[in-house]
């Protein structure tokens, strides 16, 4: 009760925000890192990447990069010119999660200020009460000015590292699609060379 009192029900709102913010941050990062390393112990020891990503023992591997290369590799006949798009959805696809968890990010980066902004406006409004009423005490003002100012800073404190988490998080993304598709390409070029040498 004495939190409530201090920053109102705009600033125990900003408080769930940065609580779900740090843990879809930390989720997140750990996760990243998780397929990352395993794919690149999974990826370096197979002698032809190519043809050993379609074996049966990686089907169930749960790694969304791997996921990906299979896909490009299973599909190889039928891609369309612009591989690029076609990786942007392959992405988009297996890490449906990671962007829910981006547009989470993204939208509580906008709503912290707009708490912080409500919590203005509480704040202000229990100082006008205060002074509406005939005894006015010192320490009403001064808790609804406390209030106000608090879930100010609360809204601004929370904006930027959700900020940074989100692009964090985007960055790296964008990191695992310049190099998947490197492989992409470099997998695609192999298949279509080694159909056409099979070519009479």
Do not use: W
Not at 3 to 20: F, M, R, S
Not at 61 to 81: D, K, Q, Y
Not at 83 to 89: D, K, R
Not at 131 to 148: F, H, P, W, Y
């Amino acid at each position: 009760m004495e939190i409530y009192e201090k920053i109102g029900p705009a600033g125990i709102a900003l408080l769930g925000v940065a609580i779900v913010c740090i843990y879809i941050f930390i989720r997140n990062s750990i996760y990243l890192y998780l397929i990352d390393r395993q794919f690149r112990q999974v990826y370096l020891s197979l002698d032809d990447p190519a043809h050993d990503l379609l074996a049966p023992s990686l089907k169930h591997a749960g790694n969304p990069l791997l996921t990906i290369l299979r896909e490009v590799a299973r599909n190889h006949s039928r891609h369309s010119r612009d591989l690029y798009s076609e990786m942007a959805f392959l992405f988009h696809k297996n890490f449906y999660a990671v962007n829910i968890s981006m547009a989470i990010l993204r939208l509580s980066s906008v709503i912290a200020p707009l708490l912080g902004l409500m919590g203005t406006v509480l704040g202000i409004r229990r100082i006008f009460a205060a002074l509406g009423e005939q005894t006015a005490e010192t320490t009403a003002l001064a808790s609804g000015i406390g209030e106000a100012l608090l879930t100010t800073v609360m809204g601004l404190t929370i904006t930027i590292p959700a900020l940074i988490f989100f692009y964090l998080i985007k960055f790296r993304i964008g990191g695992f699609q310049v190099e998947m598709m490197e492989y992409a390409n470099r997998i695609t070029e192999e298949l279509t060379d080694e159909k056409q040498v099979k070519k009479p």
